[in-house]
Each structure stands twice: as structure tokens, then as C-alpha cells.
């Protein structure tokens, strides 16, 4: 496949670093000749997408080479690689699995010479609308939230990478003040903490984050933390030093700064991601491996924020805002370098590719543009 401004390959074509929600240092990201595979989840849809997608990336010259179709499954909207990266996870986000209204997650081994994926098996989500997945750092659990039923799921991982059925479940209860969207629980993700012993899950319905020790998913003290009602809070993510965190509301597309120390979130500030707009919808965030900056996507007006971080206050100064280059930007992600931005768009079918200014935070596109039918996640691990 030649490179050109575009990448494709037939009529179609991504979390996802680890562990979900925590910068990992520049330094301790090392492919083997400093190439990376980097896999991207899609939703499915006859002729035009099959599942995960995947392509070679030497971040040294910026270099894209498509791989192909690599692994088949029904709409992997979300992708998580295991910490020995060994394994690849995707959440199936479907509405019927085996009979039930359920959807479901399956395990892949990782090829990580020709990037092909070699399915281990699939067990149900325990809940309707899975969209989002992460693995502890040591490996031994993953956990699941779903958006439709407003639950928490959390699976052993076996040995040779497959899945246990779910050992916990908790199902979210309550709603909040907008009665569209807010009429029962949405849970949005399942993100680690820096400690690695407790899983964060921001619910979109309630307006919190509710707190869960793993092995178990039993309530931390304090179990949540409350958001402004009508936010929405959908992702978040830790700086490196773990001492910050920062959550991005979908419903005012905004990004809330918070100290965070001993379990328990102190809020510091709130700013909107962009201008005031109709039909706003925040849907990213991640800090870069440096601590530096924090990066934030906002679907219908289509861009990139970027902010600085004050590294002893943790409060956030805007940078920039830069169009994305396409159409719903519903994920990014930094590859492990930090010197790149993947920006996948879910309404115009493609991955674009910024590079990152280590000094200002600034993104510049780079004219490469990877085509993915109906692209969700980007997950990145080291080529062999």
C-alpha cells in the first residue's frame, strides 16, 4: 500500500493506552525499531466495515503502512490492550447477544508481527450498550461499563488472555435533572486509578463518579462524587504524577479540573471546551505523557482543544482549538511517543493525524488521513 495523503484499503477500514485514564511517560513507551501497530475499532456495517482494523506507524518519520482487516467481530467500538501486551479486548457494542439484551466483549491474542488478531472468546457485557472497556495494571481484571443500562461489569482474565464470565456486577441506580437525557443511569467508562486498586466510572445519567475497589467492585468511601447537575461527565483522565484529574462533561462540552489525593476528587475549576454553540457534545479527554497539556474533543462544532496544565495548581489554561478534520470526533488518542495526535471521526469515516508541538502543545496536521468506516478507537503496541 502506498502512502499518500489518504490511506485506505478496500471499502473500509480506534484506548486506549494503558492503563485507561493514566499518562504513561514518554520514556517507558519503547516499540521494537520504534515501530507501532496501531488498531482501530469501528462500528460494523455490511460492505462497508468487518471489525478492528490495523496499521504499521514509525513515529520517527511519521510513516503510515495499512494492514488491513485484522480482526472480525461485530462493532468494536472500543479497544483496550493487556499490560504484557500480549492481548487485545473490544466491547461489542450490540443489542442482542446470545438471546438476551445484552452486549458483549471478546478477547483477541496479538500477532504483533503482522498485526493479526486471533479471537479467544466472547462473554456477554452484562448490560446493554457496552462503550467502553480497561484492564488494572497488573493484568488480572477488566472492566466494562454500560452506556444503555447504566452498569458496571468486572471479568477475570485468564492466564492465556481469555475471559472469565463477569465475577462482579453492579447495576447504577438514580437519575438527575434533565429528563431526556438523565432519566435513569448512562455509565461512560471504567478508568483506573493511579494506585491501580480502585476503578472510576463517570456516569452521564447521575451527574458522578462513582468509586469501586477492584477485585469485587465494592463501594470506596466516599462511592461517588458529585458532578454540577446537567453536566453529563462522560471520560476522564489522571496527569502522570496522579495528583490531577480531569473529566470532560458531554452534555456542556466542558472539562472540570480536579485535585485528587487519598481516594477523594477536589474540584478546582470548570471551562467550557469551546465557545457557546447549539447542541454542544464533549466527548474525549486525555493528558499528554509529559503532564503538560490537556487535550479535549467536542463533536458538532468538530475540534481539538488544548490546554495548559499549572503543574502545582493543576488548573487549566486554554492553548488552542484546532478543527479535527472531520466529521463527530467521538475519540483520540497520543500515541505513545507523544508526538502525535490520532483523531477518529465517526461521521466521515476517517482517522487524521496531527502532529504535536512538545513546547506549546500545538497540533498540526500532517496531511495523513487514515479511512475507517464508522472509526471509534485508536489503541497503539509495540511492532515486533
Known amino acids: 500500500m502506498k502512502l499518500m495523503s489518504t490511506l485506505s484499503f478496500s471499502a473500509a477500514a480506534l484506548a486506549c493506552l494503558l492503563p485507561s485514564g493514566i499518562a504513561q511517560p514518554v520514556k517507558a513507551a519503547k516499540a521494537a525499531k520504534g515501530e507501532y501497530i496501531a488498531y482501530v475499532g469501528t462500528y460494523t456495517r455490511p460492505n462497508k466495515s468487518k471489525g478492528i482494523y490495523a496499521w504499521r506507524f514509525q513515529p520517527a518519520t511519521g510513516k503510515l503502512t495499512a494492514i488491513g482487516l485484522v480482526g472480525e467481530t461485530t462493532s468494536p467500538s472500543f479497544l483496550a490492550i493487556h499490560p504484557n501486551r500480549k492481548f487485545l479486548y473490544a466491547v461489542n457494542e450490540i443489542s442482542n447477544f446470545e438471546g438476551k439484551r445484552t452486549g458483549s466483549v471478546t478477547a483477541f491474542s496479538m500477532d504483533t508481527k503482522t498485526g493479526q488478531l486471533k479471537l479467544l472468546n466472547t462473554v456477554t457485557s452484562r448490560g446493554s450498550g457496552p462503550c467502553h472497556l480497561a484492564l488494572d495494571p497488573s493484568g488480572k481484571w477488566l472492566f466494562v461499563a454500560n452506556y444503555n443500562s447504566g452498569s458496571v461489569a468486572e471479568y477475570p482474565v485468564h492466564d492465556d488472555g481469555s475471559l472469565a464470565e463477569a465475577s462482579a456486577f453492579v447495576q447504577h441506580a438514580g437519575s438527575s435533572v434533565n429528563r431526556q437525557r438523565q432519566a435513569g443511569p448512562h455509565a461512560h467508562e471504567t478508568v483506573l486509578s493511579p494506585d491501580g486498586k480502585s476503578v472510576f466510572v463517570p456516569d452521564l445519567g447521575l451527574d458522578q463518579i462513582l468509586s469501586y475497589k477492584i477485585d469485587g467492585l465494592t463501594p470506596n468511601d466516599p462511592p461517588f462524587t458529585k458532578i454540577a447537575p446537567g453536566s453529563g461527565p462522560r471520560h476522564m ?33 470548570t471551562l467550557p471546551t469551546v465557545d457557546a454553540a447549539p447542541n454542544m457534545s464533549g466527548a474525549e479527554i486525555a493528558v499528554h505523557p509529559n503532564g503538560k497539556f490537556v487535550y479535549t474533543s467536542t463533536r458538532e462544532v468538530n475540534s481539538i482543544g488544548v490546554f495548559a496544565i499549572d503543574a502545582s495548581k493543576g488548573t487549566l489554561t486554554p492553548v488552542a482549538r484546532t478543527p479535527s478534520g472531520g466529521k463527530t470526533p467521538r475519540h483520540f488518542v497520543i500515541d505513545p511517543t507523544g508526538a502525535f495526535l490520532f483523531a477518529a471521526h465517526q461521521d466521515s469515516d476517517n482517522v487524521v493525524v496531527f502532529r504535536i508541538d512538545a513546547k506549546t502543545g500545538k497540533l498540526t496536521p500532517t496531511s495523513d488521513i487514515l479511512e475507517a468506516f464508522a472509526a471509534v478507537c485508536v489503541a497503539f503496541v509495540p511492532a515486533q
Not at 243 to 264: D, L
Open 237 to 269: 483522565a489522571f496527569t502522570p504524577n496522579g495528583k490531577f484529574a480531569y473529566v470532560m462533561t458531554e452534555m456542556t462540552a466542558s472539562v472540570i479540573a480536579f485535585r485528587y489525593a487519598g481516594g477523594k476528587f477536589e474540584e478546582l475549576q
